[in-house]
């Protein structure tokens, strides 16, 4: 989708998807899967490979322990959010503290669902613990947390968790943590999983999948870990209709990107660290009126073009020939964008100096 929206010559940075090919061991996966003249429907005797290489791999990367009997498959992260709105977290507000991946806006108002949004800023990219109580103390019941956060690339510290979990507690409020970024946190950077300060009586799931860091959202599969045993239970009996689009493709693919690509995954992460200093960088030489906030995951970057003359950044990028994204992040989110860094250094640096352009628009009134 990243490279279908626009006419050849102009530099997609908006979705994220990578510019890089899937490691070796997915691309074997899908050889073979072609060359087995079988598409049926998910091949569920798979479930179990899928999740004991999951359990592995959080285990093995970010020291997460995880049940693998609390574990479902399901197509993909936003699917297992949806199934848990609906079926687990109870009717009423959800918190979700903004800005944020605009589907998680879109899909709860779209659920009928009312959104308390919860600010961050740029001068304290922190969780608004006490915004979000107060929503808690209001009725809200459930809160979406994004860890590590897109757009603002932050990783939340355990003691952050720890003070969402214990507002969760004491109010009622149903969790769920999308961590589908997690394979992507920087090297050296430590990474809490929602799951690692919650037990079985909390009211909290964990969404992962391996389609966004190892580059392939196109193939289903995603893992929905749910704390309590009778939440997995409710979502396990659900009929399969409400929950079939995984594929078997996703799921082999899977197994080998959690098994086998470790080494692909370290090689993005650095990339990925790298070229947002890259593009730290260059925004301060070439275009200081923009500044670019401070990361520890994910290959996006969240800038701030409010001081630049254009009252329409998008446009104005897209006239100087880059698309980036920065529509539906939340109220107060106007006068940002998202950059996506999945790509080579030297187009990072086409980028900026396409945006430095004077056809972007984007220099001080
Ligand atoms: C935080 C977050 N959650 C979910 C998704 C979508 O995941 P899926 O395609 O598995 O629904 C994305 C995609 O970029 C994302 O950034």
């Not at 779209?110 to 613990?129: C, K, Y």
């Not at 860890?147 to 769920?176: C, F, K, M, S």
């Not at 250094?345 to 009134?365: F, K, P, Y």
Request: net charge negative; hydrophobic share 45%.
């Amino acid at each position: 989708m990243k490279w279908a929206l626009d006419e050849p010559g102009v530099i997609p940075a908006w979705i994220a998807e990578m510019d890089f090919a899937v490691a070796p061991a997915i691309s074997e996966v899908v050889k073979d899967y072609v060359a087995s003249d079988v598409f049926g429907y998910p091949d569920i005797r798979l479930n179990p490979q899928v999740i004991d290489a999951f359990v592995a791999f959080v285990d093995r990367r970010w020291g997460a322990t995880i049940e693998p009997e609390r574990v479902m498959i399901t197509g993909d992260v936003m699917e297992g959010m949806r199934l848990v709105l609906s079926h687990i977290a109870p009717a009423g507000p959800v918190i979700v503290p903004t800005p944020v991946y605009p589907p998680f806006l879109v899909m709860t108002r779209d659920m009928g669902r009312e959104v308390i949004e919860v600010q961050m800023s740029d001068d304290t990219p922190n969780l608004d613990l006490a915004a979000i109580e107060a929503a808690a103390a209001n009725g809200a019941q459930a809160l979406l947390l994004c860890q590590p956060h897109n757009p603002l690339g932050r990783v939340w510290t355990r003691d952050e968790l720890t003070q969402i979990r214990d507002i969760a507690r004491a109010y009622g409020v149903h969790v769920i943590s999308d961590e589908i970024h997690a394979p992507l946190v920087w090297p050296g950077v430590e990474l809490t999983s929602y799951a690692s300060v919650t037990d079985e009586t909390d009211l909290a799931t964990v969404l992962m999948s391996a389609t966004k860091s190892f580059n392939m959202p196109g193939l289903r599969c995603a893992q929905v870990v749910s704390s309590r045993a009778e939440d997995h239970e409710t979502l396990s009996s659900l009929h399969p209709v409400l929950n079939h689009s995984m594929s078997t493709l996703g799921m082999r693919a899977s197994i080998a990107a959690f098994t086998e690509s470790d080494e692909w995954l370290d090689a993005v992460r650095t990339r990925s660290a790298e070229n947002h200093a890259l593009i730290t960088a260059l925004l301060a030489d070439q275009l200081p009126e923009v500044s670019c906030l401070p990361a520890q995951a994910t290959y996006l970057a969240w800038i701030d073009v409010s001081r630049v003359a254009t009252d329409d950044p998008m446009a104005g990028a897209l006239a100087a020939g880059v698309r980036l994204d920065g529509q539906n992040y939340g109220a107060g989110t106007d006068g940002h964008l998202r950059v996506n860094l999945a790509t080579s250094s030297d187009r990072v640096r086409e980028i900026v100096r396409r945006l430095s352009s004077a056809q972007s628009g984007w220099r001080a009134s």
